[in-house]
Protein backbone atom coordinates (compact mmCIF):
# COMPACT_ATOMS: atom_id res chain seq x y z
CA UNK A 1 0.00 0.00 0.00
CA UNK A 2 1.65 3.39 -1.17
CA UNK A 3 0.65 5.98 1.71
CA UNK A 4 -0.16 9.65 -0.07
CA UNK A 5 0.54 12.46 1.11
CA UNK A 6 -1.56 14.77 -1.17
CA UNK A 7 -0.67 18.39 -0.70
CA UNK A 8 -3.71 21.08 -2.30
CA UNK A 9 -7.05 20.34 -1.95
CA UNK A 10 -8.28 23.15 -4.82
CA UNK A 11 -9.64 21.71 -7.62
CA UNK A 12 -7.28 19.60 -9.23
CA UNK A 13 -6.00 18.39 -5.75
CA UNK A 14 -9.58 17.27 -4.96
CA UNK A 15 -9.42 15.61 -8.86
CA UNK A 16 -6.53 13.85 -7.53
CA UNK A 17 -8.03 12.82 -4.34
CA UNK A 18 -11.12 10.95 -6.15
CA UNK A 19 -8.52 8.63 -8.55
CA UNK A 20 -6.80 7.37 -5.58
CA UNK A 21 -10.10 6.36 -3.79
CA UNK A 22 -10.20 4.41 -6.60
CA UNK A 23 -7.94 2.49 -6.29
CA UNK A 24 -8.46 0.90 -3.12
CA UNK A 25 -5.66 -2.15 -2.23
CA UNK A 26 -2.80 0.37 -4.25
CA UNK A 27 -2.43 3.53 -2.55
CA UNK A 28 -4.66 6.08 -0.19
CA UNK A 29 -4.97 9.42 1.06
CA UNK A 30 -3.19 9.19 4.45
CA UNK A 31 -2.54 12.75 4.86
CA UNK A 32 -4.00 16.02 3.34
CA UNK A 33 -2.12 19.64 3.64
CA UNK A 34 -3.97 22.50 2.30
CA UNK A 35 -3.76 26.33 4.65
CA UNK A 36 -7.56 26.71 4.15
CA UNK A 37 -9.42 25.18 7.49
CA UNK A 38 -12.65 24.47 5.40
CA UNK A 39 -10.69 22.34 2.92
CA UNK A 40 -8.80 20.00 5.32
CA UNK A 41 -12.54 19.37 7.30
CA UNK A 42 -13.58 17.82 4.01
CA UNK A 43 -15.74 21.11 3.07
CA UNK A 44 -15.25 21.55 -0.87
CA UNK A 45 -18.11 23.21 -1.49
CA UNK A 46 -15.67 26.46 -2.57
CA UNK A 47 -13.93 24.30 -5.29
CA UNK A 48 -14.46 25.23 -8.73
CA UNK A 49 -13.23 23.82 -11.66
CA UNK A 50 -13.48 23.74 -15.67
CA UNK A 51 -14.37 19.66 -15.70
CA UNK A 52 -16.79 18.50 -13.44
CA UNK A 53 -16.64 16.69 -10.11
CA UNK A 54 -19.35 13.85 -9.64
CA UNK A 55 -17.99 12.62 -6.12
CA UNK A 56 -19.45 15.79 -4.11
CA UNK A 57 -18.24 18.65 -2.36
CA UNK A 58 -18.35 17.34 1.46
CA UNK A 59 -15.89 14.64 2.08
CA UNK A 60 -15.46 12.14 5.02
CA UNK A 61 -11.96 13.09 5.56
CA UNK A 62 -12.12 10.68 8.65
CA UNK A 63 -8.48 8.96 9.47
CA UNK A 64 -6.60 11.21 7.44
CA UNK A 65 -3.82 13.31 9.38
CA UNK A 66 -4.49 17.34 8.41
CA UNK A 67 -1.57 19.28 7.71
CA UNK A 68 -2.25 23.43 7.58
CA UNK A 69 1.93 23.34 6.58
CA UNK A 70 3.42 21.69 3.94
CA UNK A 71 6.71 21.28 5.61
CA UNK A 72 5.05 19.47 7.92
CA UNK A 73 3.79 16.90 5.58
CA UNK A 74 6.85 16.12 3.71
CA UNK A 75 8.60 15.46 7.08
CA UNK A 76 6.04 12.75 8.40
CA UNK A 77 8.05 9.29 8.03
CA UNK A 78 4.13 7.51 7.12
CA UNK A 79 4.18 8.98 3.71
CA UNK A 80 5.74 7.26 0.78
CA UNK A 81 4.34 9.34 -1.97
CA UNK A 82 3.93 13.17 -1.91
CA UNK A 83 1.36 14.22 -4.83
CA UNK A 84 2.05 18.48 -4.87
CA UNK A 85 -1.04 20.35 -6.33
CA UNK A 86 -0.05 23.63 -5.41
CA UNK A 87 0.57 26.94 -7.74
CA UNK A 88 3.19 26.85 -10.03
CA UNK A 89 5.58 29.01 -8.24
CA UNK A 90 5.60 26.74 -5.21
CA UNK A 91 6.81 23.76 -7.36
CA UNK A 92 10.24 23.85 -6.94
CA UNK A 93 10.48 24.57 -3.05
CA UNK A 94 7.77 21.73 -2.26
CA UNK A 95 9.22 18.88 -4.89
CA UNK A 96 12.80 18.79 -4.08
CA UNK A 97 12.11 19.39 0.18
CA UNK A 98 10.07 15.99 -0.74
CA UNK A 99 12.48 14.44 -3.30
CA UNK A 100 15.70 15.38 -0.52
CA UNK A 101 13.27 14.08 1.80
CA UNK A 102 13.39 10.53 0.47
CA UNK A 103 9.62 10.96 -0.89
CA UNK A 104 8.48 9.95 -4.15
CA UNK A 105 7.00 12.62 -5.93
CA UNK A 106 4.01 13.50 -8.23
CA UNK A 107 3.67 17.16 -9.37
CA UNK A 108 1.21 19.12 -11.17
CA UNK A 109 1.87 20.64 -14.43
CA UNK A 110 3.56 22.79 -15.29
CA UNK A 111 6.62 22.18 -13.77
CA UNK A 112 7.56 25.41 -12.88
CA UNK A 113 7.50 28.71 -14.54
CA UNK A 114 11.49 28.87 -15.00
CA UNK A 115 13.90 26.59 -16.73
CA UNK A 116 15.92 27.45 -13.69
CA UNK A 117 13.46 26.35 -11.37
CA UNK A 118 12.82 22.94 -13.83
CA UNK A 119 16.50 22.25 -14.06
CA UNK A 120 16.79 22.42 -9.80
CA UNK A 121 14.23 19.99 -9.73
CA UNK A 122 15.63 17.51 -12.35
CA UNK A 123 18.66 17.94 -10.08
CA UNK A 124 16.98 17.52 -7.03
CA UNK A 125 15.41 13.97 -8.52
CA UNK A 126 18.74 12.96 -9.97
CA UNK A 127 20.20 12.66 -6.19
CA UNK A 128 16.78 11.24 -5.24
CA UNK A 129 15.91 7.70 -4.04
CA UNK A 130 12.32 8.14 -4.96
CA UNK A 131 10.72 8.23 -8.26
CA UNK A 132 9.86 11.80 -9.70
CA UNK A 133 7.02 12.80 -12.23
CA UNK A 134 5.10 15.87 -13.61
CA UNK A 135 0.92 14.94 -14.41
CA UNK A 136 1.00 15.57 -17.53
CA UNK A 137 -2.87 14.25 -17.86
CA UNK A 138 -3.22 14.23 -21.82
CA UNK A 139 -0.26 11.73 -22.26
CA UNK A 140 -2.48 9.29 -20.73
CA UNK A 141 -5.82 10.95 -22.21
CA UNK A 142 -7.61 8.13 -23.74
CA UNK A 143 -8.52 9.90 -27.18
CA UNK A 144 -4.97 11.37 -26.89
CA UNK A 145 -3.64 8.12 -26.55
CA UNK A 146 -4.60 6.29 -29.40
CA UNK A 147 -3.64 9.64 -31.74
CA UNK A 148 -0.24 8.97 -30.63
CA UNK A 149 -0.41 5.35 -31.23
CA UNK A 150 -1.92 6.06 -34.93
CA UNK A 151 1.00 8.52 -35.64
CA UNK A 152 3.13 6.16 -34.56
CA UNK A 153 2.57 2.94 -36.03
CA UNK A 154 0.84 4.50 -39.33
CA UNK A 155 -1.89 2.88 -39.29
CA UNK A 156 -3.58 5.63 -41.48
CA UNK A 157 -0.67 6.59 -43.21
CA UNK A 158 1.25 9.35 -42.80
CA UNK A 159 -0.02 12.36 -40.47
CA UNK A 160 -0.48 15.37 -42.97
CA UNK A 161 -1.94 17.63 -40.65
CA UNK A 162 -2.92 18.08 -36.63
CA UNK A 163 -4.73 20.91 -34.51
CA UNK A 164 -4.79 20.79 -30.87
CA UNK A 165 -7.14 23.13 -29.52
CA UNK A 166 -7.74 23.99 -25.73
CA UNK A 167 -10.64 26.70 -25.32
CA UNK A 168 -11.63 28.19 -22.04
CA UNK A 169 -13.94 31.21 -20.70
CA UNK A 170 -11.80 33.53 -18.16
CA UNK A 171 -10.75 31.14 -15.18
CA UNK A 172 -12.66 32.81 -11.95
CA UNK A 173 -12.76 29.64 -10.41
CA UNK A 174 -9.42 29.53 -8.41
CA UNK A 175 -8.45 30.26 -4.62
CA UNK A 176 -7.56 34.31 -4.48
CA UNK A 177 -7.43 33.65 -8.69
CA UNK A 178 -4.20 32.65 -8.49
CA UNK A 179 -4.41 30.91 -11.64
CA UNK A 180 -4.61 33.94 -13.60
CA UNK A 181 -1.81 36.03 -11.72
CA UNK A 182 1.08 34.96 -14.25
CA UNK A 183 3.57 35.31 -11.73
CA UNK A 184 1.70 32.41 -9.91
CA UNK A 185 0.33 30.26 -13.06
CA UNK A 186 2.25 31.46 -16.03
CA UNK A 187 -1.05 33.12 -17.39
CA UNK A 188 -2.95 30.52 -19.88
CA UNK A 189 0.59 30.11 -21.84
CA UNK A 190 2.00 27.86 -19.06
CA UNK A 191 -0.93 26.66 -17.35
CA UNK A 192 -3.40 25.52 -20.16
CA UNK A 193 -1.25 25.69 -23.68
CA UNK A 194 1.26 23.85 -21.82
CA UNK A 195 -1.19 20.81 -22.39
CA UNK A 196 -0.95 20.55 -25.67
CA UNK A 197 2.96 22.05 -25.92
CA UNK A 198 3.80 18.95 -24.05
CA UNK A 199 1.57 16.75 -26.06
CA UNK A 200 2.95 17.51 -29.31
CA UNK A 201 6.44 17.17 -28.22
CA UNK A 202 5.66 14.28 -27.15
CA UNK A 203 3.60 12.83 -30.45
CA UNK A 204 5.94 14.58 -32.84
CA UNK A 205 9.26 15.73 -31.41
CA UNK A 206 10.49 19.48 -31.41
CA UNK A 207 9.69 21.61 -34.09
CA UNK A 208 12.16 23.56 -36.09
CA UNK A 209 10.53 26.49 -35.50
CA UNK A 210 7.43 28.20 -33.75
CA UNK A 211 5.31 30.81 -34.98
CA UNK A 212 2.74 32.62 -32.74
CA UNK A 213 0.53 35.23 -31.87
CA UNK A 214 -1.55 36.23 -29.00
CA UNK A 215 -2.47 38.93 -26.47
CA UNK A 216 -2.79 38.79 -22.87
CA UNK A 217 -4.92 41.20 -20.07
CA UNK A 218 -1.42 42.12 -18.47
CA UNK A 219 2.12 42.70 -20.05
CA UNK A 220 3.74 39.74 -18.07
CA UNK A 221 1.23 37.24 -19.58
CA UNK A 222 -0.78 35.90 -22.53
CA UNK A 223 -4.48 34.90 -22.63
CA UNK A 224 -4.58 34.02 -26.21
CA UNK A 225 -2.22 32.00 -27.93
CA UNK A 226 -2.30 30.83 -32.05
CA UNK A 227 0.61 29.02 -32.31
CA UNK A 228 2.59 27.04 -35.81
CA UNK A 229 4.77 24.44 -35.32
CA UNK A 230 7.14 23.87 -38.33
CA UNK A 231 8.34 20.42 -39.03
CA UNK A 232 10.25 18.87 -41.98
CA UNK A 233 7.46 15.62 -42.31
CA UNK A 234 4.00 17.54 -40.93
CA UNK A 235 3.06 20.16 -43.24
CA UNK A 236 0.98 21.68 -41.24
CA UNK A 237 1.01 21.51 -37.17
CA UNK A 238 -1.23 24.41 -35.28
CA UNK A 239 -2.28 24.66 -31.12
CA UNK A 240 -4.55 27.07 -30.34
CA UNK A 241 -4.79 27.82 -26.60
CA UNK A 242 -7.65 30.67 -24.56
CA UNK A 243 -9.05 31.53 -21.71
CA UNK A 244 -10.08 34.97 -22.87
CA UNK A 245 -13.94 34.17 -23.43
CA UNK A 246 -16.79 35.25 -21.96
CA UNK A 247 -18.62 33.46 -19.19
CA UNK A 248 -21.07 30.54 -20.01
CA UNK A 249 -18.56 29.27 -22.44
CA UNK A 250 -17.45 26.73 -20.31
CA UNK A 251 -14.42 24.63 -21.42
CA UNK A 252 -13.47 22.80 -24.42
CA UNK A 253 -10.47 20.70 -25.39
CA UNK A 254 -9.97 18.66 -28.64
CA UNK A 255 -8.03 17.98 -31.69
CA UNK A 256 -7.67 17.10 -35.38
CA UNK A 257 -5.67 15.03 -37.51
CA UNK A 258 -5.53 14.40 -40.91
CA UNK A 259 -3.77 11.36 -42.09
CA UNK A 260 -3.15 10.48 -45.77
CA UNK A 261 -5.94 7.87 -45.34
CA UNK A 262 -8.50 9.03 -42.20
CA UNK A 263 -9.23 11.42 -40.49
CA UNK A 264 -9.50 12.02 -36.74
CA UNK A 265 -11.56 14.11 -34.51
CA UNK A 266 -11.98 14.61 -31.03
CA UNK A 267 -14.27 17.69 -29.18
CA UNK A 268 -14.93 17.39 -25.48
CA UNK A 269 -17.81 20.00 -26.57
CA UNK A 270 -19.52 18.32 -29.89
CA UNK A 271 -20.54 15.27 -26.74
CA UNK A 272 -19.18 12.82 -29.32
CA UNK A 273 -16.70 10.61 -28.61
CA UNK A 274 -13.47 10.16 -30.76
CA UNK A 275 -14.23 9.57 -34.26
CA UNK A 276 -11.97 8.40 -37.22
CA UNK A 277 -13.37 9.33 -40.98
CA UNK A 278 -11.25 6.94 -43.75
CA UNK A 279 -11.18 8.18 -47.08
CA UNK A 280 -12.76 4.81 -48.04
CA UNK A 281 -14.99 3.00 -46.17
CA UNK A 282 -17.33 4.25 -42.92
CA UNK A 283 -16.44 6.56 -39.92
CA UNK A 284 -15.84 4.46 -36.83
CA UNK A 285 -15.40 5.33 -32.93
CA UNK A 286 -12.43 3.50 -31.63
CA UNK A 287 -12.70 1.14 -28.41
CA UNK A 288 -11.06 2.90 -25.55
CA UNK A 289 -10.77 2.44 -21.96
CA UNK A 290 -14.00 4.20 -19.58
CA UNK A 291 -11.09 6.14 -17.20
CA UNK A 292 -9.73 9.41 -17.93
CA UNK A 293 -6.46 10.61 -18.30
CA UNK A 294 -6.09 11.90 -14.25
CA UNK A 295 -7.07 8.25 -13.24
CA UNK A 296 -4.39 6.77 -16.13
CA UNK A 297 -1.56 8.92 -15.02
CA UNK A 298 -1.98 8.66 -11.32
CA UNK A 299 -2.12 4.49 -12.31
CA UNK A 300 1.11 4.92 -14.49
CA UNK A 301 3.17 6.38 -11.54
CA UNK A 302 2.14 4.04 -8.70
CA UNK A 303 3.11 1.39 -11.24
CA UNK A 304 6.68 3.06 -11.68
CA UNK A 305 6.75 2.84 -7.77
CA UNK A 306 5.47 -0.50 -7.11
CA UNK A 307 8.32 -1.92 -10.04
CA UNK A 308 10.67 0.69 -9.06
CA UNK A 309 11.52 2.29 -12.83
CA UNK A 310 11.11 5.69 -14.19
CA UNK A 311 8.24 6.96 -15.95
CA UNK A 312 8.81 6.45 -19.25
CA UNK A 313 5.91 7.42 -20.71
CA UNK A 314 6.13 11.14 -18.67
CA UNK A 315 10.11 11.56 -18.33
CA UNK A 316 10.84 14.67 -16.21
CA UNK A 317 12.82 15.88 -18.91
CA UNK A 318 10.33 16.41 -21.66
CA UNK A 319 8.31 18.18 -18.97
CA UNK A 320 10.97 20.66 -18.28
CA UNK A 321 11.40 20.69 -22.56
CA UNK A 322 7.61 21.60 -22.31
CA UNK A 323 8.66 24.74 -20.04
CA UNK A 324 11.29 25.11 -22.11
CA UNK A 325 8.95 25.57 -25.69
CA UNK A 326 6.51 27.89 -23.84
CA UNK A 327 9.07 30.23 -23.15
CA UNK A 328 10.02 29.86 -26.98
CA UNK A 329 6.41 30.51 -27.92
CA UNK A 330 6.23 33.78 -25.99
CA UNK A 331 9.65 35.29 -27.41
CA UNK A 332 7.77 34.37 -31.32
CA UNK A 333 4.48 36.16 -29.96
CA UNK A 334 6.55 39.60 -28.77
CA UNK A 335 9.17 39.15 -31.87
CA UNK A 336 6.28 38.41 -34.17
CA UNK A 337 8.45 35.94 -36.21
CA UNK A 338 9.56 32.68 -36.54
CA UNK A 339 11.47 31.65 -33.56
CA UNK A 340 14.11 28.63 -33.93
CA UNK A 341 14.12 25.84 -31.53
CA UNK A 342 17.59 24.61 -30.40
CA UNK A 343 19.01 21.02 -31.10
CA UNK A 344 19.26 21.02 -27.08
CA UNK A 345 16.73 22.72 -25.05
Known amino acids: MIRVGLIGAGFIGRNHFNQYEKMPGR ?53 DLIDICLPTRLHRETASAALVAGKHVLCEKPMALSLDDCD ?24 YA ?20 RQAEYPSHSLNNWITQPGLSGGALLDLHVHDIDFALYALGQPRAITAQGWGSSPDGFDRIHALWHYPSVPCVQLEGYWDMPPGFGFNMGFTARFAKAAAVYDLDRGKPLSVYPTEGSAFTPDLPDHDGYYAEIDHFLTCIEQNRAPALCPPRDSRNAVALAHLTADAIRANRPVDVPAKL
Open 27 to 79: ARVSALCDKEADRLAGDWSRIGGNIGDKQGTQRDLAGIKPYPDWHDIVADPEI
Open 120 to 143: AMLAAAAKATGQFMIAHCIRFWPE
Open 146 to 165: YLKQAIDDKRFGQLLSLSLR
